[in-house]
């Protein structure tokens, strides 16, 4: 239950802190007076927008698959939240290869949308749903080989094994993994300046161009839990998670708080960044990514090695 309600308050406490974020980085006045103190209504009002648009399913849709993708694609990140650990045994589900299992989760949330782009019967919808496929292939493979130098330093695929042997020296040390993870993370989210496949000057709304009501709200509801997954395990992996001051006891909001300054920075990139074409895209992946990963994972096993 506990594992619930952070799933359902964190990403939207993402999208507010977002709205708020962007108005003030571009000047947005709406966003900010909606309901008078420092607009806190305006998150209220996009949800009874949503509530009360009529569920609209395509003719020639595939209707089976068309309603159960923006559901494919939120799930998953529940349960990844349930393995991430906030603090030294505070966690919905201790499992020992929790890394793994949240790699996995996140990577079947991609098929929500890849789900949506093919059985809406939308042309626009199948490119982004194409796009999107090729992206996601393109930058799995950097994240994993990110992840996977952090656990060997550590010497565990556990998370919360990782932040027991983590140190102040790993900021230097995996630098490169970490920031391979927050590229490969953003284009994983398909957030700007990732976002090809949901193009709204070339593709509409891509693989969601059909959805309307709270089935395109679910779909945006994963990309802040997406983003909260994220944040959290990038806190996790290289700042140490709980680790700091009075950690005994506040150990959570440690790890809370790196990961919300995670989050602000991947807001941060939206406002700041045009988005890429394709090409750039897809070069950034496989011609400076993967090789600096593989260079990180290779003197990270030199390392290891070295010191035992």
């Not at 239950?1 to 571009?26: R, S, T, Y």
């Not at 505070?90 to 499992?95: F, L, N």
Request: hydrophobic share 60%; glycine share 8%.
């Amino acid at each position: 239950m506990a594992v619930l309600a952070a799933f359902l308050v964190f990403p939207l406490l993402v999208g507010q802190a977002e709205h708020k974020l962007m108005a003030h980085m571009q000047g947005r006045l709406g966003p900010m007076y909606a309901g008078g103190f420092h607009g806190w209504a305006q998150l209220v009002a996009d949800g009874v927008k949503f509530v009360q648009k009529e569920d609209i399913t395509p003719r020639a849709a595939d209707r089976t698959v068309f309603r159960i993708a923006p559901f494919v694609a939120l799930v998953p990140y529940l349960l990844a939240l349930g393995v991430l650990p906030l603090q030294s045994g505070v966690a919905g589900v201790d499992v020992p290869a929790s890394a793994v299992l949240v790699l996995a989760a996140t990577s079947v949330g991609a098929l929500g949308t890849l789900m949506a782009g093919w059985a809406s019967a939308n042309k626009y919808a199948l490119l982004g749903a194409l796009r999107s496929a090729a992206q996601l292939v393109s930058y799995e493979l950097p994240l994993v080989l990110a992840v996977a130098s952090a656990c060997l330093a550590a010497g565990t695929l556990s998370l919360s094994g990782v932040v027991a042997a983590w140190s102040p020296w790993w900021l230097l040390w995996q630098l490169p993994g970490m920031l391979v993870f927050l590229v490969a993370a953003l284009a994983e989210l398909q957030r700007p300046p990732f976002d090809m496949p949901i193009a709204d000057a070339e593709l509409v709304m891509g693989p969601w161009t059909e959805y309307t009501g709270l089935r395109f709200a679910f779909f945006l509801l994963a990309e802040y839990a997406g983003i909260v997954v994220f944040s959290v395990l990038f806190a996790v992996l290289w700042l140490g998670g709980w680790r700091g001051p009075f950690d005994e006891h506040l150990g959570w909001l440690w790890t809370l708080l790196k990961g919300f300054v995670v989050a602000v920075l991947v807001i941060w990139f939206r406002v700041a960044w045009p988005r890429m074409r394709e090409d750039q895209l897809q070069r950034l992946a496989w011609l400076f990514l993967l090789p600096l990963a593989l260079i990180q994972l290779a003197l990270t096993g030199i390392g290891v090695v070295m010191t035992q």
